[in-house]
């Protein structure tokens, strides 16, 4: 072992405390719990000194991780497939026909604005506005814009 262990094991056969334990960043700074103190090793704290395990069980495990790594690469391979073939091609046509809507509102109302300083939206020259939070940017379509020019155009 690395050293001989000091302080007092604690009531029940509890962890040993290591010299300045407790003390801030160090390799004592923690309470070690390993075979002698009876108790096993912290939830997620490394490997469990206490149980032996026989060559074949180490083989067992290492070809189970060697598999899970090739059955998580074949998922990530097919996933990947699946995003080239399917999802950005509809994402890609979704961005293109969003486009050709926004180019068509601006080519139909040169004069709409938007101040996204006080978040609204205007007709250029004229008085009325019409908040921004109301209007869905992201999907706006020909039929929506020309509503919320006759929204502005208003007396």
């Known amino acids: 072992m690395y050293g001989q262990m000091q302080g007092n094991p604690m009531p029940g056969g509890g962890p040993y405390q290591q010299p300045g334990a407790g003390q801030g960043p160090g390799p004592y700074s923690e309470v070690w719990y390993g075979p ?5 090793p912290a939830p997620g704290r490394g490997r469990d000194w206490s149980v032996n395990t026989s060559p074949d069980q180490e083989i ?5 991780g060697a ?3 090739f059955i998580g690469k074949a998922i990530r391979n097919r996933m990947q497939r699946v995003a080239e073939e399917r999802i950005i091609p509809t994402v890609n046509a979704r961005a293109e026909q969003q486009r050709q809507q926004m180019a068509a509102i601006a080519e139909r109302y040169p004069n709409l ?6 978040q609204v939206i ?3 020259g ?3 506005t019409v908040p921004l939070s109301e209007v869905p940017l992201q999907q706006v379509t020909l039929a929506q814009a020309d509503a919320l020019v006759a929204r502005l155009r208003q007396p």
Request: glycine fraction near 16%.
């Open 36 to 40: 002698e103190s009876g108790g096993g």
């Open 67 to 69: 598999a899970g790594r």
């Open 126 to 128: 004229e008085t009325r």
């Open 122 to 124: 205007f007709l250029a």
């Open 113 to 118: 604005r938007a101040c996204l300083r006080d």
């Open 60 to 64: 067992a495990n290492l070809v189970m």
